[in-house]
């Protein structure tokens, strides 16, 4: 095994010495650093101070086994995400079932190959890491980008309010030029709260879908109308934001694909709103649509600065890559949600860098509607 290129602490409680010195070993020549302890109620006193990474605890201990110390643990907020594996004799079949019901991530059998206790750390330190991304990817998003999300465009809509009730009050009239420049802000205002709030809403549909299937439900498809006037339409918005109508160019053939059920509108508009948002006015965003043997594929690309490979392949929910440095509007799901989309339509989505002439080159393939199946539009 690979040595950890930071240090994981490990707990480590086990009441046979000669185990836990040798577990201890194992651990420490693999890179991590070890707490050893002899039974549970040590392990709690050292819980707070050790701050572990991984636990790793034998089921028969003295004072306080390993399914007492297990729920202590779990009923502390605190340690809820810290990844616990128990240790329990191979025919303790009953031993492991309790361990997982009560809340361990995992098990190993004793006696157990040193080959096969690394690998259970390391995947259950890989999968801790993700869940802590993801948590502190969320956080960040609460406490920063949807409240400016939704205060950029409410500051808008309060303000222009303001200004027409002192214009009124006073006795004055808004000249028509005026009346059209606060329509089109207010408008302008709402329609990116009514995006947020619509991505939100798919983003949470396609997530208790996507559980759903996992827990063995059926996959809902429909069949949907797609044309080259509906990703026009779909495009307008982005397009006239931007000032940018004449560098889009649409290519598509008509055709009835299976999706999972509303949203292919926002999932494209979102890849061409991506497309206009990172490249220079001027450059082409090249949207098309073809039919590929039993599939549908549809294209995004552009010339913009692209994506490199670790954002490329770190792509996921609520995550923006250089908001800081790029100072660009939106909460990061359009790609996700893409993604989200053509797995429960049976499909697939795929973005990567654009070699020819730079930028980024999106694609999103589903499955075409049998020719007999009733088509709705998107």
């Given at each position: 095994m690979s040595t950890p290129?930071?240090?994981?602490?490990?707990?480590?409680?086990?009441?046979?010495?000669?185990?836990?010195?040798?577990?201890?070993?194992?651990?420490?020549?693999?890179?991590?650093?070890?707490?050893a302890v002899r039974d549970g109620v040590e392990a709690l006193e050292a819980l707070g101070q050790a701050a572990p990474d991984l636990i790793l605890s034998?089921?028969?201990?003295?004072?306080?086994?390993?399914?007492?110390?297990?729920?202590?643990?779990?009923?502390?907020?605190?340690?809820l995400a810290i990844p616990f594996i128990i240790m329990s004799a191979k025919a303790d079949t009953t031993d492991q079932r309790m361990g997982m019901s009560l809340g361990a991530d995992d098990y190993v059998t004793k006696p157990y190959k040193a080959e096969d206790l690394l690998r259970t750390i390391a995947v259950r330190l890989e999968r801790a890491a993700r869940v802590k991304d993801l948590l502190q990817q969320q956080q960040r998003f609460l406490t920063l980008v949807l409240p400016h999300e939704l205060r950029t465009p409410l500051t808008g809509i309060i303000g222009y309010a303001d200004l027409m009730v002192t214009l009124g009050e006073s006795g004055e009239m808004l000249s028509a030029v005026d009346l059209l420049e606060f329509g089109r802000n207010l408008a302008r205002s709402g329609h990116r709260m009514l995006g947020v709030a619509n991505d939100l809403a798919l983003w949470s549909w396609l997530e208790s879908r996507a559980m759903d299937?996992?827990?063995?439900?059926?996959?809902?498809?429909?069949?949907?109308?797609?044309?080259?006037?509906?990703?026009?339409?779909?495009?307008?918005v982005s397009a006239e934001l931007y000032g940018r109508a004449s560098d889009v160019r649409i290519y598509m053939e008509s055709a009835t694909l299976l999706a999972a059920g509303e949203g292919l509108d926002r999932v494209v508009g979102h890849l061409i709103d991506n497309a206009l948002k990172f490249s220079l006015p001027g450059s082409l965003v090249k949207v098309t649509g073809r039919v590929a043997g039993l599939n549908y594929e549809i294209e995004v690309s552009d010339r913009g600065r692209g994506m490199s490979d670790a954002e490329l392949a770190s792509i996921g929910p609520l995550r923006q890559f250089g908001r800081e440095r790029f100072e660009q509007q939106g909460m990061g799901m359009g790609l996700v949600l893409a993604r989200s989309f053509a797995q429960l339509g049976g499909g697939s989505f795929e973005v990567r860098r654009n070699l020819e002439g730079g930028g980024t080159y999106a694609r999103l393939t589903l499955p075409l509607a049998a020719a007999s199946e009733p088509a709705s539009r998107a």
């Open positions: 290129a930071v240090s994981p602490t490990i707990l480590l409680a086990e009441d046979d010495d000669l185990v836990r010195q040798i577990a201890g070993e194992t651990l420490r020549e693999s890179g991590y650093t070890v707490v034998d089921v028969r201990m003295p004072r306080c086994d390993g399914f007492e110390f297990l729920q202590r643990v779990r009923r502390d907020p605190v340690n299937a996992r827990s063995g439900g059926k996959p809902l498809r429909k069949p949907v109308k797609l044309t080259e006037e509906m990703i026009k339409n779909w495009s307008s």
